[in-house]
Structure formats: C-alpha cells, structure tokens
Nanobody
Framework: QLQLVESGGGLVQPGGSLRLACAAS????????IGWFRQAPGKEREGVSC????????RYVDAVKGRFTISRDNAKNTVYLEMNSLTPNDTAVYYC???????????????????WGQGTQVTVSS
C-alpha cells in the first residue's frame, strides 16, 4: 500500500523560501501522477501543482506560477515542491497526493486523488 509523508514545512518570513518533500513508501511512484495541495484555516483544500509520471508535464495554479517549482526524483521515490517569494497568503497545511496514471498528463483536482499524506504546516509571517 502506498504511503506518503510530507516534510519541510515550517515558519518563514514573507519573501522567504521553503522546500517541501513528499516521500513515498510501499509502492514505486514511477506510474503515479503527484499533486501538491493546500488547505488554509476555514477554506477548502485546493490544488497547487501537479507533475506527470515522467515529469514532463508540470502544472501550477495561477496563484503560485513563477514562485513554486515541482519536481520528482523517481530513484528516491520522492517529489518536491520548491516555494519561493512566500507571502502570508501561502500559509496553509500542504499535502501531497498520488494517483496511479499511465497517461502523460497531470491534474490538481482534489477529487481525483486517493492516496494522501498527513500534511505539513507552512506558516508565512513576520
């Protein structure tokens, strides 16, 4: 059974950077698309970014384009989310999720993912 564990969250000042990691165990991520999601207090979980199983396709929600970068290292069974120029609006619990998919695309629709990590808190504050 696939298990996902996020790490790398923390408290950072506005304008700062964090690198989140999503480490998988139990199954290889080779044929999985991976999504990063976030949920702020009182708000619904929203998609942030996704990466296809090959890494060739990467997508970002408009709010993070140009600031966040998703990547994957299949040899390490790990996916990363590099977050730069953070603002207080980025404060949320960040989750990674995986779904087996043999196609070349990816999506960050919440309802299409069935394997989720427990989340890591990101707080952007001065």
């Amino acid at each position: 059974q696939l298990q996902l564990v996020e790490s790398g969250g923390g408290l950072v000042q506005p304008g700062g950077s964090l690198r989140l990691a999503c480490a998988a165990s139990g199954l290889s991520l080779d044929w999985h698309v991976i999504g990063w999601f976030r949920q702020a207090p009182g708000k619904e979980r929203e998609g942030v970014s996704c990466i296809s199983n090959s890494g060739a396709m990467k997508r970002y929600v408009d709010a993070v384009k140009g600031r966040f970068t998703i990547s994957r290292d299949n040899a390490k069974n790990t996916v990363y989310l590099e977050m730069n120029s953070l603002t207080p609006n980025d404060t949320a619990v960040y989750y990674c999720a995986a779904e087996q998919w043999y196609g070349s695309a990816c999506t960050y629709r919440v309802d299409l993912y069935h394997s989720w990590g427990q989340g890591t808190q990101v707080t952007v504050s001065s």
